[in-house]
């Protein structure tokens, strides 16, 4: 479980903390989670996501079993500099959706002294390293990678297999679209769909 870092006051830098996995492993909830209870310790929090998701809800962020809190949809990474200041904690949906600003944009604001949680997937539908969480992931304090569990096996999942016919690399879905897979299942998946075409 992580546990949030201590405040010292005389160091004026926050930092970056990145949760990262596959589909349906519980990213948005921990994000949600840290970031209640910073509202809890009466800090001041601002929630952004991507505009382009908009599964569930417009002006929350919301995770798949319905635990919300209030955000605000930007169009670009820039848009969050400008609205986080004079924020103690930012909080950051869907960050492989943000354009590669948005790594520049955490690290300036953990400079300025914010704490910066990032949730994101780390890999896309093809098992290849999404947008840009990698570049996150290198320059965080904390990553914590979370499991969602193999619909095929039982066994921890960290894949999202696509499973739908499209190409497209940003594709919102759902259950319907994707399905956590483990490393083996999704290479029988993977080598299955191979061999269909």
């Known amino acids: 479980m992580f546990l949030e870092n201590t405040v010292n006051h005389k160091e004026q830098f926050g930092w970056i903390e990145v949760?990262?996995?596959?589909?349906?492993?519980?990213?948005?909830e921990e994000l949600i989670r840290r970031l209640k209870r910073a509202q809890f310790a009466k800090q001041k929090v601002e929630i952004f996501k991507p505009a382009i998701d908009t599964r569930y809800h417009d002006d929350m962020v919301v995770s798949h079993d319905a635990n919300e809190i209030r955000s605000t949809a930007v169009p670009a990474a820039a848009n969050i500099a400008i609205l986080a200041q004079g924020c103690d904690?930012?909080?950051?949906?869907?960050?492989?959706?943000?354009?590669?600003?948005?790594?520049?944009?955490c690290n300036?604001?953990?400079?300025q002294?914010?704490?910066v949680i990032v949730a994101g997937l780390d890999m896309d539908f093809k098992g290849n390293p999404f947008g840009p969480m990698p570049a996150l992931m290198a320059t965080a304090e904390y990553v914590t990678k979370v499991h969602a569990v193999c619909t095929r096996t039982g066994n921890l999942a960290n894949y999202s297999f696509r499973k739908t016919d499209s190409d497209k690399l940003v594709m919102l879905g759902e259950t319907e679209e994707y399905e956590p897979l483990s490393r083996a299942a999704y290479y029988h998946a993977m080598r299955k769909n191979d061999e269909e075409k």
């Open 113 to 115: 002294g914010i704490r």
């Open 108 to 111: 300036d604001l953990a400079n």
């Open 89 to 105: 904690v930012v909080g950051i949906d869907e960050a492989q959706f943000f354009d590669d600003e948005i790594v520049k944009i």
């Open 19 to 28: 949760i990262c996995g596959s589909m349906f492993s519980g990213k948005t």
